[in-house]
């Protein structure tokens, strides 16, 4: 069963950093000074790590590392894509950026039995809009995840477009694979990621 990954692939770069989070070290000599009321890192500790927000199909998670200097907010927006009757999706579509200067990128994770020969196409709108061409990036013990940036006018096509939209893919037995997946709910979805990537 596929578990969502995308903060873990978009945290690939932090991972160095991980361990560093999970010691402690050993107890100070002496106990350390109250931290004013005001004072932002005080602020900032009360803040929960993990939070996450529905928008009609589309869940908007956000993690906060704190790697021992400001804590860095990494969020997304994920849908699992599954069928009536199965045990667990299919497939997930996440969106997300690793800095607010980058751009929105489009991550796609698939079980692990594909064919790597042709990544996934992530289609706009269902009635033959425009796609979104993946590359493949790496597969893991969960899934192989393939992405590709979302420009601009991409990301415009998205907030208007249909009700849903197509993933197409092919198996290891090199048989094409379309999944719809739902629009429900988007529009309002990116404006929550925009407005907690910023914060």
């Known amino acids: 069963m596929l578990r969502p990954m995308f903060l873990a692939a978009l945290a690939v770069g932090l991972a160095a950093t991980g361990p560093a989070l999970a010691q402690t070290g ?4 002496s106990p350390p000074k109250p ?9 900032q500790s009360a803040l929960p790590d993990r939070t996450t927000a529905s928008f009609g199909d589309w869940t908007l998670r956000c ?3 704190r790697d021992g200097g400001t804590p ?3 969020c997304e927006l994920t849908q699992a894509i599954q069928r009536a009757g199965d045990a667990g999706p299919l497939a997930q579509l996440a969106l997300g950026r690793l800095a607010s200067n ?3 990128k489009l991550t796609v994770v698939l079980p692990l039995n594909v064919a ?3 990544a996934p196409k992530v289609t706009v709108d269902a009635k033959d809009g425009p796609a979104v061409q993946t590359a493949w990036q790496r597969c893991l013990p969960a899934g192989c995840l393939a992405s590709a940036p979302l420009p601009d006018d991409t990301v415009k096509k998205l907030r208007s477009a249909g009700e849903t939209g197509k993933l197409e893919y092919r198996d290891a037995a090199d048989r094409e694979v379309s999944l719809p997946y739902s629009l429900r709910g988007l529009p309002e979805a990116l404006d929550a990621l925009a407005r907690e990537s910023a914060n």
Do not use: M
């Open 35 to 43: 931290a004013p009321s005001a004072s932002p890192s005080l602020a």
């Open 63 to 65: 993690e906060r590392r």
């Open 102 to 104: 980058e751009p929105l």
């Open 116 to 118: 790597l020969a042709t």
């Open 72 to 74: 860095a907010k990494l």
């Open 26 to 29: 050993a107890p100070p000599a």
